[in-house]
């Protein structure tokens, strides 16, 4: 049996129930390209033209920027897509490119992920012990990290909640100038647990 394009390309009639059973090619989109548009690509009729020296020439033609751009022998390229009218540059692409990707370098290099670090204590703790943990603490605000602060009852110590608060109070007054409390102790099970985060 012949398809039906095929059957057009012959010359030959094709009915109504043939044409229904055609599957059609989805349109083709254009593909999700990165970055801004530059010359031929931008179709807006008028822009907000800057050119290649920074000054405002104000709103022109895209064919008039197009030409101013291939005099200076550099690129349009759109800057501001929102606006209305778009604003457009005069400039080298690929410089302006390098220095973009340069620029976003910069700033992952900047950006520190905050991690949360884990202190456990017993309600009963050793003077010497607490202070320990109170320097690797100190240590982890100044890091920029934030801390979790997990006090374990064990059996009978399940009936001395109050101890364990008044160490959680003890911790947050002997950290008051470095954090803040982020999360107040709660009772998690057998654990209460406060979170500290750097101020």
Excluded at 25 to 36: F, S, V, Y
Excluded at 74 to 88: R, T, Y
């Amino acid at each position: 049996m012949h398809r039906p394009a095929e059957k057009r390309a012959q010359g030959c009639r094709v009915t109504e129930e043939e044409t229904d059973t055609i599957a059609r090619r989805p349109m083709k989109l254009t593909p999700n390209r990165e970055g801004p548009r530059i010359n031929e690509g931008i179709d807006t009729p008028n822009i907000q033209l800057i050119d290649a020296t920074g000054n405002n020439v104000g709103v022109v033609g895209i064919a008039d920027a197009l030409a101013r751009a291939v005099e200076a022998g550099l690129d349009l390229v759109e800057i501001a897509p929102n606006s209305e009218p778009p604003v457009c540059k005069i400039l080298d692409f690929g410089k302006y490119k390098y220095q973009a990707q340069k620029k976003a370098a910069e700033a992952r290099k900047k950006q520190r992920t905050v991690e949360i670090k884990e202190i456990k204590m017993r309600p009963n703790i050793d003077i010497h012990d607490y202070e320990v943990k109170m320097r690797s603490i100190v240590r982890f605000f100044e890091e920029g990290d934030k801390v979790k602060v997990t006090l374990r009852f064990r059996g009978r110590e399940m009936a001395h909640m109050e101890l364990g608060a008044k160490l959680l109070d003890r911790v947050k007054q002997d950290t008051a100038t470095l954090a803040k409390v982020e999360s107040e102790p709660r009772l998690e099970g057998r654990q209460m647990v406060m979170v500290l985060s750097p101020r």
